[in-house]
């Protein structure tokens, strides 16, 4: 019997195990590796070249779609994506007919997704599903781009991009600063930097993004470089940084 080689990729170690128990009775697939976050992931895949990546949508570093654009679509194994809440990601995979799961994965739900798995590989649709999942990202990244999507207690908050005074990294999270509100989105700080619009807002330091039109002045305090939004918010400026956000600043004299 072939044995289907698989990837299991996401940050939280209870859902790595709970993926790994569910195929324990499917021995025609075996799990080749773990990895913890988008960076690990491209590595696992370049270096080991599976069939098949359970991939989390939501990871630290960086996400999965931005995992299926450092690969690129066309040298994608065949790739269930994972998500906790993401209902854009479920419409979005349901319209392309790709395959995804949602936590806590149900088994009814994960047997039928290896059966597409199996057809998948015997089938010679790789080129279709390459265009799919080439789609999806694209959509991902169009939808994405004037929304940020803050989930609370009480559901869900839509943010419109533009309101966003600045946003810093926090962990795992990054935390969107709106007036005097700080909320938290379980979202990578590059992931985030890579999907908004880089006329409006740019990297200060590796933990802070800044919407420019948020930007009151640059100051220099104690030798160093910070910008005072309106809000009266600092934010340091990294030395590598200085440069580009000065030549910002000149253009929108």
């Given at each position: 019997m072939?044995?289907?080689r698989?990837?299991?990729a996401d940050?939280?170690?209870?859902?790595?195990?709970?993926?790994?128990?569910?195929?324990?009775s499917?021995?025609?697939?075996?799990?080749?590796a773990?990895?913890r976050n988008?960076?690990?992931?491209v590595?696992a895949?370049?270096?080991?070249?599976?069939?098949?990546?359970?991939?989390?949508?939501q990871?630290?570093?960086?996400?999965g779609f931005?995992?299926?654009?450092?690969?690129?679509?066309?040298?994608m194994?065949?790739?269930?994506?994972?998500?906790a809440?993401?209902?854009?990601?479920?419409?979005?995979?349901e319209?392309?007919?790709l395959?995804?799961?949602?936590k806590?994965?149900?088994?009814?739900?994960?047997t039928a997704?290896?059966?597409?798995?199996?057809?998948?590989?015997?089938?010679?649709?790789?080129?279709d599903?390459?265009?799919?999942?080439a789609?999806?990202?694209a959509?991902?990244?169009?939808?994405?781009?004037?929304?940020i999507?803050?989930h609370?207690?009480s559901?869900?908050?839509?943010l419109d991009?533009a309101e966003?005074?600045?946003?810093?990294?926090?962990?795992?999270?990054?935390a969107?600063?709106?007036?005097n509100s700080?909320?938290?989105?379980?979202?990578?700080?590059?992931?985030l930097?890579?999907?908004?619009?880089?006329k409006?807002?740019v990297r200060?330091?590796?933990?802070?993004?800044?919407n420019?039109?948020?930007?009151h002045?640059l100051?220099?305090?104690?030798?160093?470089i910070?910008?005072v939004?309106?809000?009266?918010?600092?934010?340091?400026v990294?030395?590598?940084?200085?440069a580009r956000?000065?030549?910002l600043?000149?253009?929108l004299?």
């Open positions: 072939h044995s289907i698989a990837i299991i940050d939280e170690p209870l859902a790595r195990r709970g993926i790994r128990q569910l195929l324990t499917h021995r025609d697939i075996t799990v080749i773990e990895t988008g960076e690990e992931t590595r895949l370049r270096e080991l070249k599976p069939e098949v990546v359970f991939l989390d949508v990871m630290p570093d960086f996400d931005h995992v299926v654009r450092e690969i690129g679509p066309k040298f194994p065949v790739t269930v994506f994972v998500t809440y993401d209902e854009f990601a479920v419409r979005a995979f319209a392309r007919a395959d995804y799961l949602v806590p994965v149900e088994v009814d739900r994960f997704t290896l059966e597409r798995i199996r057809e998948q590989l015997q089938s010679s649709r790789a080129a599903l390459s265009r799919k999942l789609s999806l990202v959509a991902r990244e169009e939808e994405g781009k004037e929304r999507v803050v609370t207690s559901g869900k908050l839509i991009a966003v005074d600045w946003i810093e990294a926090d962990g795992y999270y990054a969107i600063h709106v007036g700080r909320r938290l989105i379980r979202e990578s700080l590059t992931s930097e890579e999907r908004l619009d880089s409006t807002f200060t330091h590796r933990s802070a993004i800044v420019v039109d948020r930007i002045e100051r220099r305090e104690a030798g160093e910070c910008l939004l309106a809000s009266g918010a600092r934010i340091p990294s030395r590598r940084r200085r956000i000065a030549r600043l000149q253009r004299k």
